[in-house]
């Protein structure tokens, strides 16, 4: 492992913030998924071997827990972060979490799946309801899962070992688990990718 692969990929992401900050708040949800974004470089690196899954949870550990503290001092980030919203916590928190428990491979899927596919369908479900009219906060909507069902499909093609019918429905369960209202998706996906992952 090289630290200069630990500092391009914590780079990537400092200047989503700050590119996300540049923006403001009127694009809080969009700047979120732009961060999803960034952490493609660390994941990638992780999957080949040049950054630790001890170091990549370290630092998404660090990553939940400063975020977690602006939220419990009532001083969050206005530009990525939202007063009562927990999600960018839990997504930090789950990839640490993944990072430990699975084989690269499989770790690299669903992380992938939670920084892209997430991010593409809030940005479609963003721009969908705002050339509505219509708030976007907490909103779901078809458009946006088909976007996180044909991003994750495309993953599950690249880095899952198994037959075509299984990895349609890998990409379909993790939608499904996206799509729904009780549990935040970013605790939602990874509790049924680790499920997934017993039958795989």
């Keep these: 492992m090289s630290w200069v692969h630990v500092g391009i990929a ?3 992401i400092l200047v989503a913030i700050a590119i996300t900050k540049e923006l403001g708040e009127r694009y809080a949800w969009v700047n979120r998924k732009i961060i999803h974004f960034s952490i493609v470089p660390a994941i990638l690196m992780m999957y080949l071997g040049l950054i630790e899954a001890k170091i990549f949870s370290a630092f998404a550990f660090a990553f939940a827990i400063s975020q977690l503290s602006s939220h419990v001092l009532k001083r969050e980030l206005e530009w ?15 990839a640490g ?8 491979k499989y770790a690299t899927a669903l992380l992938s799946v939670m920084a892209v596919s997430d ?12 050339k509505k009219g219509i708030d976007v906060k907490l909103k779901k909507h078809w458009t946006g899962s088909l976007g996180f069902f044909l991003t994750s499909l495309v993953i599950a093609l690249v880095f899952l070992n198994t037959t075509t019918l299984v990895r349609i429905a890998w990409a379909l369960i993790l939608t499904l688990a996206e799509y729904q209202p ?13 499920i997934l992952s017993l039958f795989l």
């Design 10 to 12: 914590l780079a990537s």
């Design 80 to 94: 990525f972060q939202i007063p009562g919203n927990y999600g960018e916590v839990f997504f930090a928190l789950s």
């Design 97 to 104: 979490v993944i990072s430990l428990l699975f084989n690269p």
């Design 119 to 130: 991010g593409v369908t809030g940005v479609i479900r963003f721009f969908y309801f705002r």
């Design 182 to 194: 009780w549990l935040d998706d970013n605790l939602a996906v990874p509790l049924a990718g680790g």
